[in-house]
């Protein structure tokens, strides 16, 4: 009697085993996908480049660019962005407009409260 009582056990310690094991293993499978799609580069993203003695940025919508800013938008002639964190502070605000469905044009008064010098 104590032998089958033990090989019942046995079974259903495997079986239960098992079970865990396959909620452990799809958990940290979709955890790895969510983990890829966050490493990855989202469908809309900003990306800078080097303009002349400055800084640009793109706006890249599913791998395509949709804008190109060599300089500073809003101020006369062709200056580009003193440093990359300033190009990419535009580009965020921009593709922030963009998201929202608004126009992804910038103020004089945005750069100045951005701290963009120009």
């Not at 452990?24 to 809309?44: R, T």
Request: hydrophobic share 35%.
């Amino acid at each position: 009697m104590m032998s089958t009582t033990i090989k019942y056990c046995c079974k259903e310690t495997i079986i239960f085993a098992i079970i865990v094991f396959g909620i452990f293993a799809s958990s940290c499978h979709s955890d790895k996908k969510q983990q890829n799609s966050a490493e990855g580069k989202s469908v809309q993203w900003v990306e800078t480049f080097v303009s002349g003695d400055g800084w640009g940025y793109e706006i890249k919508i599913k791998g395509k660019t949709k804008i190109k800013q060599p300089y500073i938008p809003v101020i006369e002639g062709n200056l580009p962005f003193d440093s990359e964190i300033e190009a990419r502070r535009v580009g965020e605000l921009v593709l922030g407009k963009m998201k929202k469905k608004g126009l992804p044009s910038i103020t004089k008064h945005e750069l100045d409260s951005l701290q963009i010098r120009y």
